[in-house]
T-cell receptor, first 112, second 115 residues
Framework: KQEVTQIPAALSVPEGENLVLNCSFT??????LQWFRQDPGKGLTSLLLIQSSQREQTSGRLNASLDKSSGRSTLYIAASQPGDSATYLC???????????FGKGTKLTVNP | ETGVTQTPRHLVMGMTNKKSLKCEQHLGHNAMYWYKQSAKKPLELMFVYSLEERVENNSVPSRFSPECPNSSHLFLHLHTLQPEDSALYLC??????????????FGPGTRLLVL
């Protein structure tokens, strides 16, 4: 059974700092990995999707990497801003289904 | 209105009540999902519908009953719930039928409290 773990559970940083969020998964037979953002009381917004054949994806100040063989992904946020404060969720897709398996998330607070 | 909408946004119900959650997507997608998000637990997939047919039922208790009358609407009928069913219920949709690897688009969720 696939399990996704995110470390740390919570992170507080000053504005402007570069930071890394970690995600690990137990079964390397994934189809893709996604990073989502969730603001309090709201739904999820997809940030980046990495196919299993890719090593990384970039969008603005966000960069996500994938090491499928070791079961790890990182989300790098450059020059963090207070507006980046949210919970960041990692999810993997197993081949053959639309099922996403989620981690518990990392709650990020960026202090002005 | 665009995207995925959910109503109501908040719901309080007793254990003997019957209520329904509604999800509507305005994206022309063919697949829709129900997820449960409990405190301190990962998001859990409950049901998947593709082209209005249920293709996944993730061992969900029968007190939760989904309905997908067309590709734009998804309901979750609730009856005789338990306090541990209190959670945020999220609806999502994706473009294709069973194409793996598509991004899912989420609604804002319904915050449910069972007393």
């Amino acid at each position: 059974k696939q399990e996704v773990t995110q470390i740390p559970a919570a992170l507080s940083v000053p504005e402007g700092e570069n930071l890394v969020l970690n995600c690990s998964f137990t079964d390397s037979a994934i189809y893709n990995l996604q990073w989502f953002r969730q603001d309090p009381g709201k739904g999820l917004t997809s940030l980046l999707l990495i196919q299993s054949s890719q090593r990384e994806q970039t969008s603005g100040r966000l960069n996500a990497s994938l090491d499928k063989s070791s079961g790890r992904s990182t989300l790098y946020i450059a020059a963090s801003q207070p507006g980046d404060s949210a919970t960041y969720l990692c999810a993997v897709s197993q081949g053959g289904s639309e099922k996403l398996v989620f981690g518990k998330g990392t709650k990020l607070t960026v202090n002005p | 209105e665009t995207g995925v909408t959910q109503t109501p946004r908040h719901l309080v119900m007793g254990m003997t009540n019957k209520k329904s959650l509604k999800c509507e997507q305005h994206l022309g997608h063919n697949a829709m999902y129900w997820y449960k998000q409990s405190a301190k637990k990962p998001l859990e997939l409950m049901f998947v519908y593709s082209l209005e047919e249920r293709v996944e039922n993730n061992s969900v208790p029968s007190r939760f009953s989904p309905e997908c009358p067309n590709s734009s609407h998804l309901f979750l009928h609730l009856h005789t719930l338990q306090p541990e069913d209190s959670a945020l219920y999220l609806c999502a949709s994706s473009p294709g039928g069973l194409l793996v690897g598509e991004t899912q688009y989420f609604g804002p969720g319904t915050r449910l409290l069972v007393l």
